[in-house]
């Protein structure tokens, strides 16, 4: 009898409190700030990442003196420019944490680190707002989270470590970045996470130069890549670089199903025979991405 393959999903997370389920699924668990990371690095999982996700990217500092918390924040976060400078330090003071020492914690992490096998989630966000209380909303600084997402390519480049990119309309800068600091890096494979940019930059840019060297791959989920806004044809997407992801944590009650419906509908677009055959290459992409 033929073994059977198990499902992978590529991309998925976990809160602070919980821990993983046991089932057969193969799960990629993606960190995006401490909190959750200290969860992960506590799990008996063989497939964790660590990652500082754009959204969270203003509680961290790359300066050696980031004591003072007002400036910290005021330097990395866009408020309104009607808000006077009283308000905005009052908020900062109520609203948001002690800023962190992103070096620090690397260093501190460096024996966890050497046995990840990813970064992510990181990556950069034109379009978050963030919100501080019921009626203030800022935006946190692109260079502000290029230069985090940048600090984080550099690990990746240090300990050969494969990347889960967040791309939300900063797909130019993300590529530029991993151009850079990763490319020139054999052993760093990149992973674009829900991918819902250009076709003709995918092809263009990231297959043009990633795809012959099998270091290139595209996690799909049914919340992104399977509604009304997707930008993505799949059908034109080479099927050796498709990976399955949900994007859930892997307590949501819609887990299992998202994975399945992800599946289905690979296996439809891909005209497979049946879903053994479509686990079969999602497992397949999923165990060269490894390598």
Sequence with gaps: ????????????????????????????????????????????????????????????????????KVSH????????????????DQIIENSLPQPTNLNVVIQDNLDCFATLKFIGEIGLDKSFSLKLDDSIECQIKLDHQFKIFERLCQLA?????????????????????????LFPNPNVKIILHSYNSSMDFLQNFWLKNLYDDKRIYLSISKKINFNKSNKLNIKLIPKDTILPE??????????????????????????????????????????????
């Design 157 to 181: 480049n240090q300990f050969n470590l494969n990347v889960s990119i967040h791309d939300v309309k900063c797909t130019m800068y993300c590529f530029t970045t991993c151009e850079k600091l």
């Design 1 to 68: 009898m033929e073994n059977t393959v198990p499902l992978v999903d590529a991309h998925c997370h976990i809160d602070n409190t919980a821990t993983i389920p046991n089932s057969d699924i193969v799960k990629c668990i993606m960190a995006t700030n401490l909190d959750d990371f200290n969860t992960v690095s506590n799990q008996n999982n063989k497939l964790n990442g660590f990652g500082i996700h754009p959204w969270y990217s203003h509680l961290f500092s790359l300066n050696a003196d980031c004591n003072d």
């Design 246 to 291: 949900t994007d859930l944590n892997v307590h949501d009650p819609n887990y299992c199903e998202s994975l399945i419906y992800v599946y289905e509908h690979l296996m439809s677009i891909y005209n497979l025979s049946d879903l053994d055959a479509c686990k079969r290459l999602l497992y397949a992409n999923f165990s060269q991405m490894l390598e």
């Design 73 to 88: 924040y005021k330097s990395v976060l866009h408020f309104s420019p009607n808000l006077p400078d009283s308000k905005i």
